[in-house]
């Protein structure tokens, strides 16, 4: 009954044969050595797929033969896989056949179609000696469906459904949209593509010629031909400059039976236009630099943007500033005047769109950072830094005219000497003396200049 009972006292010789040819024993007869209980033997590979038994035996006297079960050899199997909606007159390249096991050799692949009126595959592709798959050809012809079979003698075959579309139509990709005047060339595709919805359906088998039109000649094709070359998907085409502000259509047609044509969405062309950026609030009495205008595209020279504010007495702004030649953009300064809402502007006259911002001119007030708190009496000298804020603490830029800022310690346990901060600054650093007590004392910031607010702060001494 198969049970484990030992090992051979002497050597026994045993004979193996097989049922089928589909497979051999490689060496026959095998000994069970003397102080073993087997001996190892070895099929060779099989040459086609069936079934077969194997039967072991001994002359040795009292040892019964036994024959296995049956025993099953698959044909090696292959698979179709890649691809998908293939147009009339394209064709896709990216189907692959895929063996579930490497090729030792060089394998042949043949293809076929149950309906090559509709969809025909290349006739054959070899999968290299050491590798399991390979990409290979379908060409649509007509709409409908058919079946692509893969095939190679000792190989279970593959198929795999493949649909070719009802449709073909043009499809404009890469407009822009919203062009200016300034905006130069707009690089243009135009595609092919299948059933109405803009599926990829393959490459072109043979050269499709497309006409570009435009409904408003402000932008027209630098090439109103241009052709699909046969194993593209797409033609490249550019549209020229804008002369002038409007709106346009642009439209791709062929001449090419059954390919629809396209018509894009409304393109707007402007004006270039400016926008401002960067800043923040600004004090009343303060400026700050990192304010910036922004054209919508490159200027090819040097163009000079007039800055100005709607209410003087809140902001003033630097009368010019130039973008330079290939750029988009500059910095300029604003000053805070008065507390308010004033609105900055960029122009450049009337080939381009005004950029506005409103601004948040804010009051000062002082503030003070780095204090240490506790103290021990007789400790270090605390150095400390006052600046000039405005709401909730922001920075809001350097001050224009220099800031006296004096201190007063109650009770004066402590001193700390007066600071200026300087034009074109925001803070200056003051350190307090050594406390000669304990308990809590208030450090208070005050200037004389007007609309800048003091500060209070506490501190602790023990």
Do not use: K
Not at 59 to 77: D, E, M, W
């Amino acid at each position: 009954n198969g049970s484990y009972c030992g090992v051979a006292a002497s050597p026994i010789s045993v004979d193996l044969s097989v049922s089928s040819t589909i497979t051999t024993i490689v060496a026959t007869p095998v000994t069970i050595a003397t102080g073993s209980d087997f001996a190892s033997a070895r099929l060779s590979q099989a040459t086609s797929g069936g079934t077969y038994t194997v039967t072991a035996s001994t002359a040795t006297t009292g040892i019964a033969a036994v024959t296995s079960g049956t025993l099953t050899v698959n044909t090696p199997a292959m698979n179709i896989y890649g691809g998908g909606l293939i147009g009339p007159g394209m064709y896709r390249s990216d189907f692959y056949v895929q063996l579930e096991d490497t090729t030792p050799v060089a394998l042949t692949i043949t293809f076929g179609s149950t309906a090559p009126g509709i969809a025909s595959p290349q006739a054959s592709v070899t999968i290299p000696a050491g590798q399991y798959y390979a990409y290979f050809r379908i060409d649509g012809a007509l709409t409908g469906t058919t079946t692509i079979t893969a095939s190679s003698p000792a190989w279970t075959a593959a198929s795999v459904s493949v649909t070719v579309a009802t449709s073909r139509e043009l499809f404009l990709s890469g407009l822009d949209s919203a062009r200016t005047t300034l905006s130069g060339i707009d690089d243009v595709r135009v595609y092919v593509r299948c059933d109405g919805v803009a599926a990829y359906c393959g490459v072109a088998a043979t050269a499709i010629p497309v006409t570009l039109t435009t409904s408003n000649s402000i932008t027209v094709p630098v090439a109103a031909s241009v052709a699909i070359q046969p194993d593209f998907d797409y033609a490249a085409a550019q549209l020229t400059q804008a002369t002038a502000p409007g709106q346009l259509t642009v439209t791709a047609a062929t001449n090419v039976t059954g390919i629809a044509s396209a018509t894009s969405g409304t393109l707007i062309v402007t004006y270039p236009y400016f926008n401002i950026y960067g800043g923040g609030p600004v004090g009343a009495g303060m400026h700050r630099s990192d304010f910036y205008v922004q054209l919508s595209d490159t200027t090819p020279t040097a163009l000079v943007v007039t800055l100005s504010s709607s209410n003087a007495g809140l902001a003033t702004v630097q009368s010019t500033v130039t973008i330079p030649a290939n750029g988009y953009y500059a910095y300029f300064q604003v000053n805070g005047v008065g507390v308010g809402a004033p609105t900055i502007t960029a122009s450049a006259g009337s080939t381009y769109l005004n950029g506005l911002v409103t601004l948040s001119v804010q009051a000062r007030t002082l503030a003070l950072s780095s204090l240490d708190d506790p103290r021990a009496v007789g400790g270090p000298v605390d150095a400390f830094r006052v600046s000039l804020r405005c709401d909730a603490n922001a920075y809001c830029g350097v001050t224009t005219a220099a800031v006296p800022v004096t201190f007063i310690v109650n009770p004066a346990v402590a001193s700390a000497a007066s600071v200026t901060i300087s034009a074109d600054a925001d803070f200056i650093d003051a350190a307090l003396s050594s406390p000669t007590a304990a308990g809590i004392y208030s450090i208070t910031a005050s200037t004389t200049v007007a609309g800048v607010s003091p500060v209070t702060v506490y501190v602790t001494v023990r």
